[in-house]
């Protein structure tokens, strides 16, 4: 056998399990791991701040004159967010399946061009009909982006190093909640138009259009095609992510594959872990201001104050950096969940203004940072590229629905206390810790029976092997 069928066989008999690398080759891994970072990270940060900004604007323009120009209904005011949810759950799946036949660097230069410019369009829509066209844009162009980044970082990063990197990422959306507010309230100060909320999506619009051309030329596709690694680098990565999950450059999405992700009950189970969060998110980015407005503050001052509760979440995120890789995912759900309830209650059920904005800081914080923490859980238990497409796809639908049913619970026919929607969100809390506390019950067994029962599976190829998902019995689930 030459050296060629060597490598490969050693590869195809450590499918799932963790490589152990020698003091050299270790070194070549944080070399390489460094290079990436500094390559992949800033871009999907920058791009990931644009869409949470392009998305979150219209809470901002819903207290700085939107509703009075447009003459929206109660039915509008909820209409304007949740048809942009309901058309970015529809074309979440097809847009991953989408990237899969593309190269990434053409695919998310397309959909943050696209949806830039629909953005820009809604500082000029004058009736309600064209400003909800333009949101529905804004759906189906921005429904490839998050799906697609949770999918596209495992291209470049095993399991075991995802969880910091995909906190990074996550960074960028309190970072863009933080900062928006700000550049927020100075846009709806200037006189570029009739109306105080035009500015803002003039300006954002316009800036996403500039980051979404620059995409093109800063964003790598592969590994295996990239130019940055040296040769030693390339073989070493290439080694590691084949026996993590696989090459995506080598996958395909087959209807078995479709099948295997759409029928397995723990990705509908960590849905519904994550989306108690994301709703949290849904009322810092949708409808913040006008929580904050309902405390008794003034649209200018609730503008500037929304950015706060995000700023929080940037700290506590910062502060758990360190430890995202090595934790175990349920564990953290059962500390920020009981702190996100204390300070939803805070804010539904206390009268003072300050204790109520305390309660929503709290909230804030640890809605941001448990957020990548169901995203990371999700795509590292998928056991394959092709499910993870799938896997990923699914579970941001379901957690998206959050921002189709909230908005509608925060209009004002329900101001200023809006409980339905705060007791909504206490109960979806509630069952996100309670299946988290129980997909960690069920991995730990999992994993126990599999290592006392170990099973030889070296005669399949490594095609085959790959494609049992996370039932190959080498496979460990993150707990």
Known sequence: MDQKAQDENKVILSVNKDLVLTPEEEEIRKRYVRKIDVRLLPVVVMLYFASSLDRGNVGVAMINGLIERLKLSNADQGNVVAIFTIFYLIFEAPANMILKRW???????????????????????????????????????????????????PYWYTKRE????????????????????????????????????????????????????????????????????????RNLVIKRITTDQGLASKASISKKQTWAALTDWKIYALSIVGFGPNNGLVLLGYVGPTIIRSMGYSSSTATY???????????????????????????????????????????????????????????????????????????????????????????????????????????????????????????????????????????????????????????????EQQAMNDEHPDFRYRL
């Open 103 to 153: 190269k990434p660097r053409y695919w998310f230069t397309l959909i943050v061009t696209c949806w830039s410019l629909s953005t820009f369009y809604l500082a000029y829509a004058s009736s309600a009909g064209l400003f909800i066209l333009g949101r529905i844009l804004i759906g189906i162009f921005e429904a490839g982006f998050t799906p697609g980044i949770v999918a596209y970082l």
């Open 305 to 463: 104050f929304a950015g706060i509760p995000y700023a929080c979440g940037v700290v506590l995120m910062l502060a758990a950096m360190p430890f995202y890789n090595r934790m175990q995912f349920w564990k953290a759900y059962t500390i920020a969940i009981p702190l996100n309830l204390i300070g939803c209650i805070l804010t539904a059920f206390v009268t003072k203004a300050e204790v109520r904005f305390f309660g929503m800081c709290l909230s804030g914080a640890t809605t941001c940072v448990i957020v990548p923490v169901g995203m990371t859980w999700v795509a590292s238990n998928a056991g394959s590229v092709s499910k993870r497409m799938i896997s990923t796809a699914i579970f941001t639908t379901i957690t998206g629905i959050a921002g189709f049913v909230t908005p509608y619970m925060f209009v004002r026919k329900y101001a200023p206390r809006y409980y339905i929607g705060y007791i909504f969100n206490i109960v979806m809390l509630i069952l996100s810790v309670v299946c988290a506390v129980f997909l960690g019950t069920h991995f730990r067994g999992k994993n126990k029976f599999r290592d006392e029962n170990p099973a030889d599976v070296s005669h399949l190829s490594l095609e």
């Open 162 to 233: 995802l969880a910091s990197r995909m906190s990074i990422f996550f960074l960028a959306l309190p970072i863009s909640g933080m900062v928006g507010g700000p550049i927020a309230g100075a846009l709806v100060q200037t006189t570029l138009f009739k109306y105080k909320y035009q500015s803002v999506f003039f300006v954002e619009g316009l800036m996403t259009i500039g980051m979404g051309l620059v995409t093109f030329f800063v964003m790598h596709d592969y590994p295996e095609t990239c130019k940055f690694f040296t040769e030693e680098e």
